[in-house]
Every structure is written in C-alpha cells, then in structure tokens.
C-alpha cells in the first residue's frame, strides 16, 4: 500500500492549533445533528407529520453523510486536502439556510440530505490531515484528542437549540448554523495549511471502486473499520431516539433536553482524553477491547434498567452516559487503528472509514424511526446488540496475531 515519508514534527502551540481546526472541521456533523433534537418534536408538528417523519430527516442526514465521504474522500486524493472542503462547507452553508426557509417536510428531508453532504467534506479531510500532519504511531492518541473538541458539540450544540426554539422557534437553528458553515470556511482559508496537493489519479468510478475493494480487503483496515461502525451504530442509536425518549416519554422539556445530552456528552471527553492517556502505557487495541467489553456491560445495564423502570430516567440517562462515554475510547482506538497503515491515500481510507460507519448508523436510524416505543427498551437492546457485535468483530478478526 502507498505510504508517505513521516511528518515532520510541529511545534507545541501550532500541534495545539491544528488539533483544534482539524477537530472542529469533525464537529460540523454534530453541531447539525445534536442542535436540531431538541426541536424534533416541534418540526413533526410545524409540518403536520408523526415524530417518526421527522426523525426520517435524521436518516436522511446520516445517508448523506456516509455518501458524501465516498465521494470526498477520491477528491481528497486527487486535487489535495482543501478544494474538496472549500466545496462541502458552501453546500452545507447554503443547505442550512435552505432548511431554514423549507415550507414541507419532503424538502426539508432533502435539504438535511445535502447539509450532511457538505459536512463529510470536513470529517474526510480532518482524518487525512492527520495521517498527513502525524506519524500513524501517533495517530490513536491525535484522534482522541480531537474528541476533545468534537465533544464540545453534543455538549453546548442541544443547550444551544434548545433556548433558540423556546426565543425564536425552530428556523433560527438551522441559520445559525448557516453562519457557522461562513465561519468554517473562513477558519480554513487563513489558518489551514494545504498538506496534500493532489495526485495524478483517475477519478474513473469503477478504478475508485477497486481501490475501495483494495481497502476492504486489508484485513486490518475492515476489522477495525467494521468495530467502529458497530460502536457508532449504538451511538447514533441513541441520537435518534434521545429526543423521543427523553421529552416524550420521561416528559423532559425541550428547553432542558440539553442538560441531559450534554452531562452524557461529557462522559465521552472523559473517557477519550483518558483513552489518550492510557495509549502512552497501552497499545491502541487493548484500549479498544477493553472500552468495548464496558460497553457490553453498559448495553446490558441499560436493558435491565428499561426492563424494569427501576431508577426511571436516571438509571437510564446513567446507562446512555456509560455507553456513550465508552465510544469516546472506542472511535479514535479503531480509526487510528485502521487508518494507520495508508499514507498518500488517506483520503480514501478516511472515505471509507466513515462510509462504513455510518452506513451502519443509517440502518440503526431508520429502525429507530420506523416506530414511536413507549418505553425506552428497543433503544436498550439495540445498543447492546452494537456493542456485542463490535467486540466479537475485534476480538475474532482484529487480533494482531491474526493480521
């Protein structure tokens, strides 16, 4: 497989700076997934559709995203880091803004589809940058930092939508983060310098579907890619169900919605700044097992807890935050993991990583939306089907004896 001389090292402030740009490039899709929840409800009844309609808009973010990294990530390749992304943060400005003004759900669902386009481009790019910027050694612990940043996102983004639907109705969201899309694109002209300047590749489909296959046949590569989206398919589990779950059944208000997503949120900056510290004493896939083994655990904690309504919402916001927690571990181990041996072609490995991804997270929303539960237990089995399923995948294909 192609690989690249190693990064040249950076300097303390500007490793600092260029952890937090490249982390708030992955944070676009948070920001327009986590602020809008809080107002689900309220968009179901401003176009006179079931919760599950709206919660369809969701889906069709997630699809969007797991198409559009596919499509960056060959771009990523050919014609270097930053005319992909100057093109994906204009569609998810301009797609933002649409959404803001859509007079039915049908183009609302639509728009959704074309924001998340636009913010795969930031994901795609981020991943690529490090694997440009850090020695793949390094690239686990980068990932975990960024976690950092990209938890800041499901921590202030509900708050934030939630006082901006009570001030000025649902809309306002998706203007806001209209100009945050300005405000990327700005952030990545001055301060973001160009890693990769293109490569002489075709951009022929059926060549970029071979190397695709090329990726998926690297053992390494689709054992961890595969443990990650199993993970992820959990987390996104419980971001399309939180709104119902919390302000439908446990009769959360809006306005405070995002005190619960956010203290959840905070278990997973927790938990990955500490994954980062424990891969200075530990390899990155003892950190995984270990992190998804605890998910196990928490996945089965949650079904007992929904089972019996034993604690009521408490238990249950405690086992969300365990699981969620854990894949702050999880998802940096497994994507520096499996990212680690690409170097000139990073952007089609990032791709792919995130196609596979959220792939799995489109599957688990739209059985999320399919049905409005009374209680909170198909959310409770579906999280802890990912988490076995995401601990076998690694414990059988990705042991490193085995690849």
């Known amino acids: 497989m192609t690989t690249v001389p190693p990064a040249a090292p950076l300097s303390g402030a500007r490793r600092v700076e260029l952890i937090v740009i490249l982390g708030a490039l992955t944070a676009f899709a948070p920001i327009a997934i986590d602020m809008y929840l809080p107002a689900l409800p309220a968009i179901a009844r401003a176009f006179g559709t079931p919760i599950s309609g709206a919660e369809h ?6 699809f ?3 198409f559009g990294q596919a499509f960056y990530g060959p771009l990523a390749d050919r014609f270097g880091r930053k005319p992909p992304l100057y093109a994906g943060l204009l569609i998810f400005t301009l797609a933002s803004f649409a959404c803001a003004f859509a007079p039915n759900i049908d183009l609302f669902i639509v728009m959704r589809f074309l924001q998340a386009l636009g913010a795969s481009a930031g994901v795609v790019v981020a991943r690529a940058c490090v694997r440009d910027f850090f020695p793949p050694q390094e690239a686990p612990r980068v990932f975990a930092h960024m976690m950092l940043v990209l938890g800041a996102a499901p921590l202030l983004a509900p708050m934030l939508g939630g006082y901006l639907l009570i001030w000025f109705g649902w809309r306002a969201i998706f203007v806001l983060e209209g100009l945050i899309g300005l405000l990327g694109f700005a952030l990545v002209f001055f301060r973001l310098k160009g890693t990769h300047t293109g490569a002489h590749r075709a951009l022929h489909p059926f060549k970029i579907l071979r190397d695709f296959g090329v990726l998926l046949a690297d053992r390494r590569f689709s054992a961890y890619a595969f443990a990650a989206a199993a993970s992820n398919a959990g987390l996104f589990a419980y971001i399309t169900a939180s709104p119902h779950v919390f302000i439908d059944i446990f009769h959360v208000p809006a306005e405070r919605f995002g005190w619960f997503f956010g203290a959840i949120a905070c278990a997973l900056i927790i938990a990955s700044q500490t994954a980062a510290h424990l891969m200075h004493r530990y390899s990155a896939h003892r ?3 270990a992190a998804q083994i605890f998910q196990i655990l928490s996945g089965v904690a949650l079904i007992v807890f929904a089972a019996s309504g034993f604690g009521g919402i408490w238990t249950i916001a405690l ?3 365990l699981y969620v927690g854990f894949n702050g571990a999880v998802s940096p181990a497994a994507s520096g ?3 680690a041996p690409f170097g000139l072609n ?10 596979v991804q959220f792939s799995g997270a489109t599957l688990v929303a ?3 939306g399919a049905t409005s539960p009374a209680t909170a237990l198909p959310l409770a089995l579906i999280i802890a089907a990912c988490a076995t399923l995401g601990t076998c995948v690694t414990f059988f ?6 690849i």
């Open 319 to 321: 086992g969300l935050m």
């Open 57 to 62: 808009s969701l889906a069709a973010f997630f």
């Open 366 to 368: 739209l059985m999320v």
């Open 287 to 289: 950190v995984l097992m």
């Open 337 to 339: 993991l499996a990212m």
């Open 397 to 402: 294909f990705a042991r490193p004896k085995n």
């Open 346 to 355: 990073a952007g089609m490995a990032s791709a792919l990583l995130g196609t």
């Open 64 to 66: 969007g995203f797991a």
